[in-house]
T-cell receptor, first 113, second 112 residues
Framework: GAVVSQHPSRVICKSGTSVKIECRSL??????MFWYRQFPKQSLMLMAT?????????EQGVEKDKFLINHASLTLSTLTVTSAHPEDSSFYIC?????????FGEGSWLTVV | GENVEQHPSTLSVQEGDSAVIKCTYS??????FPWYKQELGKRPQLIID?????GEKKDQRIAVTLNKTAKHFSLHITETQPEDSAVYFC???????????FGTGTRLTIIP
């Protein structure tokens, strides 16, 4: 089946710094990708829709200037957490649709210290 | 927007017994209802899904039922095994719109 890959799987960063997470569709093109955030013992919450060649669409309550999304090609979307704070520590996961099936990346654990 | 509620939040079942998890949705336009199994720190894995043109779908020990009128759908796992222990999420969306709204999750524990 289609594969969506995320990198890095785990990252630790200092407060105030920025960190970039990549989401790649390995064997298909994705004009749209989705970014979710999952806090411990909670559900997946959609943060934003990443649109190839245009601006991302953010869900209510998600700061677009803090969570920068770039979808520069049909196989790559990046999420940059800017000026990270400990409360941004979470599991970030992307998804993409191929053949009417939704595929998730492996997820990225972000710890801000 | 869509709102998906899921119950129960935790469920313990004796090995070999059945487990049932229920979800309700609010948007009558939703027509695709997947179920995911998630182990700690890993990506959600699709285990079964149903589209609104059918009322029931079965895959070996797993089945999903859908009641469009009542706007609820359920996951049924029979002959449970220890490896079924995980967190299960239901979700809903419009077919063709890849944006999923997830339920709050059910932590299923199978007691050997």
């Amino acid at each position: 089946g289609a594969v969506v890959s995320q990198h890095p799987s785990r990252v630790i960063c200092k407060s105030g710094t920025s960190v970039k997470i990549e989401c790649r569709s390995l064997d298909f093109q994705a004009t749209t990708m989705f970014w979710y955030r999952q806090f411990p013992k909670q559900s997946l919450m959609l943060m934003a829709t990443s649109n190839e060649g245009s601006k991302a669409t953010y869900e209510q309550g998600v700061e677009k200037d803090k969570f920068l999304i770039n979808h520069a090609s049909l196989t790559l979307s990046t999420l940059t957490v800017t000026s990270a704070h400990p409360e941004d520590s979470s599991f970030y996961i992307c998804s993409a649709d191929q053949g009417n099936t939704i595929y998730f990346g492996e997820g990225s654990w972000l710890t801000v210290v | 927007g869509e709102n998906v509620e899921q119950h129960p939040s935790t469920l313990s079942v004796q090995e070999g017994d059945s487990a049932v998890i229920k979800c309700t949705y609010s948007d009558s336009a939703s027509n695709y209802f997947p179920w995911y199994k998630q182990e700690l720190g890993k990506r959600p894995q699709l285990i079964i899904d149903i589209r609104s043109n059918v009322g029931e779908k079965k895959d070996q020990r797993i089945a999903v039922t859908l009641n469009k009128t009542a706007k609820h759908f359920s996951l049924h796992i029979t002959e449970t095994q220890p490896e079924d222990s995980a967190v299960y999420f239901c979700a809903a969306n419009h077919f063709g719109n890849e944006k999923l709204t997830f339920g709050t999750g059910t932590r299923l524990t199978i007691i050997p």
